[in-house]
């Protein structure tokens, strides 16, 4: 069964605090995993796109990273506007190519 | 640029009520629609994907329904909503050629 895993479920890091979280998947058929950053009453909102073992990603703080298994998103010298729910998602080979999610991680950087 | 609306953004409706939520996207034509649901402490759970004007596939059985009357419309429906329908639901898309999926802003739904 195609499964998306994220961890931790929360993080509380305090301004400037690096760390990562992380997502591991067994989904047939992979066409890609991706990462969604999500606020409170809002939609997901894409961040990146990653196809094949060791490729990476950025954009300001945070790097995207993929092995064979699993994903992490890097959070480096994050800052209180981080602060969002953080949700991957691998992306099936049939069913319109629609996504399969994790249930995210809860992350809260203080000042 | 392409936009996705979607409304309304918040309803309460009573048990057993009919509902329908609307999404529309601008900017892109024959894009595949998606609905998903996030319930609280759950992931997003799809519900309906359409490839084109008429074309629904339904991943979970429930009382709900959708429709795409137009290209760039897609409708979820019910005749009688369950106090389990409530959620924030979403609709999303992609263009034909591309994986990323875009969100709309979503419609909070509370059945009481």
């Known amino acids: 069964e195609d499964q998306v895993t994220q961890s931790p479920e929360a993080l509380r890091l305090q301004e400037g605090e690096s760390s990562s979280l992380n997502c591991s998947y067994t989904?047939?058929?992979?066409?890609?995993l991706f990462w969604y950053r999500q606020d409170p009453g809002k939609g997901p909102e894409f961040l990146f796109t990653?196809?094949?073992a060791g490729e990476e990603k950025e954009k300001e703080r945070l790097k995207a990273t993929l092995t064979k298994k699993e994903s992490f998103l890097h959070i480096t010298a994050p800052k209180p506007e981080d602060s969002a729910t953080y949700l991957c998602a691998g992306r099936q080979g049939h069913s319109g190519y629609a996504l399969n999610f994790g249930k995210g991680t809860s992350l809260l950087v203080t000042p | 640029s392409q936009t996705i609306h979607q409304w309304p953004a918040t309803l309460v409706q009573p048990v057993g009520s009919p509902l329908s939520l609307e999404c529309t996207v601008e900017?892109?034509?024959?894009?595949?629609l998606y609905w998903y649901r996030q319930a609280a402490g759950r992931g997003l759970q799809l519900l309906f994907y359409?490839?084109?004007?008429?074309?629904i596939s339904s991943e979970v059985p429930q009382n709900l329904s959708a429709s795409r009357p137009q290209d760039r419309q897609f409708i979820l429906s019910s005749k009688k909503l369950l106090l389990s329908d409530s959620g924030f639901y979403l609709c999303?898309?992609?263009?034909?050629?591309?994986?990323?999926?875009?969100f709309g802003p979503g419609t909070r739904l509370t059945v009481t």
């Open positions: 359409s490839v084109g004007i008429g074309q």
């Open positions: 900017g892109t034509s024959n894009p595949n």
């Open positions: 990653l196809y094949s």
């Open positions: 999303a898309w992609n263009g034909q050629g591309g994986y990323e999926q875009y």
């Open positions: 989904v047939s058929g992979l066409r890609g």
